[in-house]
């Protein structure tokens, strides 16, 4: 009886943290498409399974995971604790890996001057991948706690969840590969997500519902815009 009333929750965890977890892998998907081919796959199998590794060893230290609620310090009548610093610091470097990603894609891109960017090695990506599984494992971690009471419950959440994203992360990152003007869009979401991280930090809660509803209208938009521009392009000629 006791296993058929964690079911539910269970199952509401596993949504939410898919949910959560397709920021992790638009990032990964984007920064992979920096290396070979041959090395894509290897990005996103070792910066979802380092996330895994990381999200069960945080489950690990539950009591530590609790603590970061507390307040360190207090600057101009606002409370900082552990995971509000972590979530500043997350989303301002989510913040500056998108404008530079934004930049580097709608202006060096096309403009025949620009100097040869260095290449990016895979230690490099797998560190900055690194950095943002550390802050979204947080945030995940203590949306779990606050959702269920077994340990096991989470535990199995978080291994069905990275199981889900690696069968979709090779599916989404050749899509968007595929789509420049799904990357753009993609990347300003990453923004969006940066801003609301920080915005958390500072204890002004923006309703993430409000943020994936926005883009998965425009999502919808620039979709039908691919599936419809070339046909109006061909009446035209």
Request: aromatic letters at 10%; proline letters at 3%.
């Amino acid at each position: 009886m006791d296993i058929l009333n964690s079911i539910v929750p269970l199952l509401t965890l596993i949504v939410l943290e898919i949910i959560l977890g397709i920021d992790n892998i638009i990032f990964i998907s984007i920064l992979a498409d920096k290396l070979p081919p041959e090395q894509r796959d290897r990005l996103r199998y070792w910066g979802l399974g380092l996330a895994m590794v990381m999200r069960l060893a945080l489950l690990a230290l539950i009591a530590w995971i609790l603590k970061l609620d507390q307040t360190l310090f207090t600057v101009a009548d606002i409370n900082f604790t552990g995971k509000g610093l972590i979530l500043l610091t997350g989303g301002l470097f989510l913040i500056y890996k998108s404008t530079k990603e934004i930049y580097h894609n709608a202006e060096l891109n096309n403009d025949a001057n620009a100097p040869n960017t260095a290449k990016s090695t895979f230690r490099d990506l797998l560190i900055q991948v690194l950095i943002l599984d550390l802050v979204f494992s947080v945030d995940s971690i203590i949306t779990a706690v606050g959702m269920v009471d077994e340990l096991w419950v989470m535990y199995t959440a978080v291994v069905i969840t990275v199981g889900v994203m690696m069968i979709a992360a090779k599916p989404i990152s050749t899509f968007i590969s595929n789509h420049p003007s799904f990357k753009i869009l993609a990347l300003c979401f990453l923004l969006m997500i940066g801003m609301s991280l920080v915005a958390e930090g500072l204890h002004f809660e923006i309703p993430k519902g409000y943020i994936y509803f926005s883009m998965a209208f425009a999502f919808l938009v620039d979709f039908i815009q691919i599936k419809t521009v070339p046909a109006g392009a061909k009446k035209g000629e």
